[in-house]
């Protein structure tokens, strides 16, 4: 079973840019992947999701045009970079593996089986 190690949260000013990395412990070549996030007392929300060899990416409307979802497969390595941070997007990110294919109509938590434990990102204001 594949585990998911995520990293790169912190403390960021909003406005500012900061680049999350999930690190997988064998390769990622058979998976789609992609990025949640959860605040206390709210439900989990899809932020961005990747297809197995990157051609295609799907967003939340909410972060759509200032986060982008990438991967490197060669490194078992998915990356979200996000720029223009603002306050709302203060929350634990998660990432998650599973096996495809993903949904077109956006980023949906039942296209996935594998998580790992987060990463928290504060903004500032």
């Known amino acids: 079973q594949v585990r998911l190690v995520e990293s790169g949260g912190g403390l960021v000013q909003e406005g500012g840019s900061l680049r999350l990395s999930c690190t997988a412990s064998?390769?990622?070549?058979?998976?789609?992947l992609g990025w949640f996030r959860q605040t206390p007392g709210k439900e989990r929300e899809g932020v961005a999701s990747?297809?197995?060899?990157?051609?295609?990416?799907y967003y939340s409307d909410s972060t759509k045009g200032r986060f982008t979802v990438a991967r490197d497969n060669a490194k078992n390595t998915l990356y979200l970079q996000m720029n223009n941070v603002r306050p709302e997007d203060t929350a634990q990110y998660t990432c998650a593996a599973g096996n495809g294919p993903l949904q077109t109509g956006g980023v949906e938590d039942s296209d996935f089986t594998h998580w790992g434990r987060g990463t928290q990102v504060t903004v500032s204001s």
């Open positions: 990747i297809s197995w060899t990157g051609g295609s990416t």
């Open positions: 064998e390769s990622l070549d058979d998976y789609v």
